[in-house]
C-alpha cells in the first residue's frame, strides 16, 4: 500500500494536479490540507472517475482537509476528541477548525492490516508572543493525549497521523536558522511538541528514508534558491513503522504553473 500526504493549497485550484499524483505515483490513499473549500465545493468527480473514496472536512475558505483511498474508506472522524478550538476573531465564539480528519484505508487484500490514516493541519502559530502560538501548542498537546489514549486500547494499531505539522524538527530542516531566529516553526516549545510523540514509540517514517525539504515558498525565489523548510511529516505508531519499506519526497511537484508551495510525501508499506 502506499499512503501520501500532500498541502494541496486549494483542490480547486490544483485538481488536475493532485489526480495526476494519485495515477502517476499510484498512490493508494491520499491525505490532504489546505483544501480551502466545503465539502459541497470540492471537485469530486475527477477523484471519483480514477476509483476513489473521498472523506472530506472543509468550513469555508480556510484551512480544510481530506482524504481520499481507493483501497477503503471507514469509520470517518472530523476532529479527535480533545482537538482545541479557536476563534478567529475577537469577540466570536470559538469553534473546532477543519485540522483533521481521519479514517481507516487499506485491508482490501487477505491478510493485510489496515491503517488508521489522520491527514492533520496544525496550526501555524503565527509569532511567538501571539495567542495562535499558545493554540498550536495546545493542539498538538492534545493530539499526543488522544494518539496516547488509541495506541493505549489497541497498541498493535497501525496509526499514521500525516500531514503539515508546521513544525521544522532539526536545524537541517530549514534553509538557514539564522533567518528563523525568533520565529515560530524552529522555536524550542514546537521541537518539544513535535518530538513528544517519540515518547509514545511512534517514529517519523520519513526520516531515515529520504532527504529534501517539503515546503518553499511563493516569495523571494524560494523555490530557485532552494530556501525551503522541511515541514510535512508522516508519524507511525510502531505497527505502521514495521511496515514502511521506503519514502519518497517529491520536489519535482514544486515546479511549474500552478504548484502549490508544498510537495507530496509519500511512504510505501509492506
Not at 483542490?11 to 473549500?37: N, S, W
Not at 503565527?126 to 498537546?141: I, T, V
Request: glycine share 8%; charged share 25%.
Amino acid at each position: 500500500m502506499r499512503i501520501a500526504t500532500w498541502n494541496v493549497n486549494s483542490i480547486r485550484t490544483r485538481v488536475d494536479r493532485v489526480v495526476d499524483v494519485l495515477e502517476r505515483h499510484g498512490v493508494d490513499a491520499l491525505a490532504m490540507q489546505e483544501i480551502k473549500c466545503r465539502p459541497d465545493q470540492f471537485p469530486r468527480e475527477p477523484f471519483e472517475a480514477a476509483g476513489y473514496e473521498l472523506a472530506i472536512h472543509g468550513l469555508d475558505q480556510w484551512n480544510g482537509v481530506a482524504i481520499a483511498s481507493r483501497v477503503g474508506l471507514t469509520d470517518v472522524a472530523t476532529s479527535f476528541a480533545g482537538q482545541p478550538a479557536w476563534a478567529a476573531k475577537e469577540g466570536t465564539a470559538a469553534v473546532v477548525e477543519a485540522r483533521a480528519v481521519g479514517a481507516t484505508v487499506g485491508g482490501a487484500l487477505e491478510g493485510e492490516a489496515p491503517v488508521r490514516l489522520w491527514s492533520l493541519y496544525v496550526p501555524n502559530g503565527r509569532e511567538l508572543d501571539h495567542p495562535h502560538y499558545a493554540y498550536k501548542l495546545a493542539w498538538l498537546s492534545a493530539l499526543k493525549d488522544d494518539a496516547a489514549s488509541w495506541l493505549c486500547v489497541d497498541a498493535s494499531l497501525p496509526l499514521a497521523l500525516v500531514g503539515d505539522w508546521n513544525v521544522a524538527p532539526r536545524d537541517e530542516d530549514v534553509w538557514d536558522m539564522a533567518a528563523f531566529e525568533g520565529a515560530t516553526h524552529v522555536s524550542t516549545p514546537e521541537r518539544e511538541a513535535f518530538r513528544a510523540f517519540e515518547a509514545l514509540g511512534m517514529v517519523e517514517a520519513t526520516r531515515g528514508r529520504v532527504t529534501n525539504y517539503t515546503y518553499w515558498d511563493y516569495q523571494k525565489l524560494r523555490f530557485p534558491r532552494n530556501e525551503g523548510m522541511r515541514i510535512d511529516f508522516v508519524y507511525g505508531s510502531p505497527a505502521f513503522e514495521a511496515r514502511v519499506s521506503g519514502a519518497l519526497i517529491d520536489r519535482d511537484e514544486r515546479k511549474g504553473k500552478g504548484a502549490s508551495d508544498h510537495v507530496p510525501v509519500i511512504v510505501d508499506l509492506d
